[in-house]
């Protein structure tokens, strides 16, 4: 009999959710740690998946010392759509950095790849870790021997290690059994952030053209992994404040060229970044043709061009949130390339 999905999240309330989630993933936290008490970093439930996410020490320092522990579960997608490779998850560190501290490191130079034994209670989990200087960040998969009885036989479940200035050796895991203090320190820890003063502003740029348009999907473009094997670009990063200051002078574009109102050349433009994030990191010609496809997917966007791809523009639509149909809108594209860019044979 099939484990069923995971309840949706917003079907129960903070509390039950807070009381349930030790049912459905074996959290793993540290042993013995002498950095304090962790709080709860982050903690998130869909229909498919769940993921817990434990943080230990000094989060605000680059040197650390710091550990975050993260348990990912899912019932029924594969791992590589929930857990990201070790590299990704050095990235999403440096990103939290630079939220929480502005720090913006630098990318990553002669990392270290390697197989380890991770120590969790009175056992030992294989593992792979790479490491950057003092920064490193380990995986490994969670045995069912360790998964409390409400998780499914069929559940995948990895745990990811991330730690500054915390040598891997000195790193014990345990399961968590009480979640309580976690989220009390959480709640301790918001309380006590004082709001930061507004900084004054400068006026949003007056652009002409598709520059704004194109500046934004330029940027979400290189804000994640374009293929497996390929570096996401990871300096310079940019405040929240930036990146919503850039979004509002493409919408104002957009608007302006399209003469739409608000709701509706905002969601224009969550179709145009959304489908050319995942094209880019669906083909192997984004390289070459990346440039040619977005300024089509601008035109048609803004002006309902009929462009040569057309066809993928408007498969989108349903790709966008139906995985299945994409394998369509990817086959448009490809054709797309190969009508304009391949050589006849």
């Known amino acids: 009999m099939e484990h069923p999905s995971f309840p949706p999240a917003e079907s129960i309330s903070p509390e039950q959710q807070r009381a349930s989630t030790l049912a459905r993933v074996p959290i793993l936290g540290l042993a013995g740690a002498d950095l304090g008490s962790g709080r709860m970093l982050e903690d998130h439930s869909d229909s498919h998946s769940h993921f817990v996410s434990l943080g230990y020490g000094d989060e605000a320092n680059p040197s650390g010392p710091f550990v975050s522990t993260t348990t990912h579960v899912s019932s029924h997608l594969p791992l ?84 500054r200035g915390v040598p891997l050796e000195q790193v014990r895991l345990t399961l968590v059994t009480d979640l309580l203090p976690f989220w009390a320190a959480r709640d301790e820890w918001l309380a006590a952030q004082r709001p930061r003063p507004p900084r004054p502003r400068d006026p949003l740029p007056e652009v002409e053209g598709m520059s704004a348009l194109e500046e934004l999907v330029q940027s979400a473009v290189h804000s994640r992994a374009s293929r497996p094997g390929r570096a996401r670009s990871q300096a310079p990063r940019r405040s929240l404040d930036d990146v919503r200051r850039e979004w509002q002078v493409a919408l104002d574009t957009q608007m302006r060229y399209a003469r739409q109102e608000r709701n509706e050349a905002n969601q224009s433009i969550m179709m145009l970044v959304s489908q ?60 797309w390339h190969r009508d304009w860019f391949e050589e006849p044979a």
């Open 276 to 335: 050319l994030r995942e094209l880019s990191a669906s083909v192997d010609w984004w390289d070459r043709a990346g440039s040619a496809a977005t300024a089509e997917a601008i035109r048609y966007t803004v002006f309902d061009s009929a462009v040569p791809s057309r066809n993928a523009q408007l498969l989108w639509r349903r790709a966008m949130d139906h995985v299945p149909a994409r394998a369509a809108w990817l086959s448009e594209w490809e054709r």
């Open 80 to 163: 590589a759509y929930v857990v990201a490779p070790a590299r990704d998850v050095l990235v999403h560190e440096r990103d939290r950095l630079f939220e929480r501290s502005g720090v913006d490191e630098p990318d990553e130079i002669g990392a270290r790849v390697r197989n380890v034994r991770l120590s969790v209670d009175e056992q030992s989990l294989s593992a792979q870790v790479r490491s950057a200087g003092t920064l490193w960040a380990a995986q490994a998969r969670v045995p069912i021997e360790l998964r409390p009885a409400g998780s499914g036989p069929r559940d995948r479940v990895v745990v990811s290690v991330v730690s």
